[in-house]
């Protein structure tokens, strides 16, 4: 994990600070500067570039959740969620990054 922070990007984003070594995560990266995003929820403000977060928070106004935690009853749409919601079932925690 640490040679992402050490690798040399010597691709930037023309609109701000964002640098990377991988071009599809650059072309990712400037789709936050469109000003229309082509997916919007008609319950909410919602609204986003990428249909896959799209679909997901759809699921929010449904209230389904599709990531189950298999020590309890918590349930998310976020992997990222599930993940932090996971370390407290166990002694050990891990390392945040301090960059």
């Known amino acids: 994990?640490?040679?992402i922070h050490e690798t040399f990007k010597n691709l930037k984003c023309d609109r701000c600070d964002y640098?990377?070594?991988?071009?599809s995560n650059?072309?990712?990266?400037?789709?936050?500067?469109?000003?229309?995003?082509?997916?919007?929820?008609?319950q909410c403000d919602f609204?986003?570039?990428?249909?896959?977060?799209y679909?997901?928070?759809?699921?929010?106004?449904?209230?389904?959740?599709?990531l189950k935690c298999d020590k309890c009853d918590y349930a998310t749409n976020?992997?990222?969620s599930l993940?932090?919601?996971l370390?407290?079932?166990t002694t050990i925690k891990s390392l945040k990054c301090a960059q």
């Open 26 to 42: 650059l072309t990712t990266h400037q789709l936050t500067h469109k000003a229309v995003k082509n997916f919007m929820c008609a």
């Open 78 to 80: 976020y992997k990222s």
């Open 55 to 66: 679909v997901r928070h759809l699921l929010i106004h449904r209230n389904i959740k599709t």
């Open 83 to 85: 993940n932090e919601h």
């Open 19 to 23: 640098k990377t070594n991988d071009k």
């Open 1 to 3: 994990h640490l040679l």
């Open 47 to 53: 609204a986003t570039h990428y249909k896959n977060n």
């Open 87 to 89: 370390l407290s079932h």
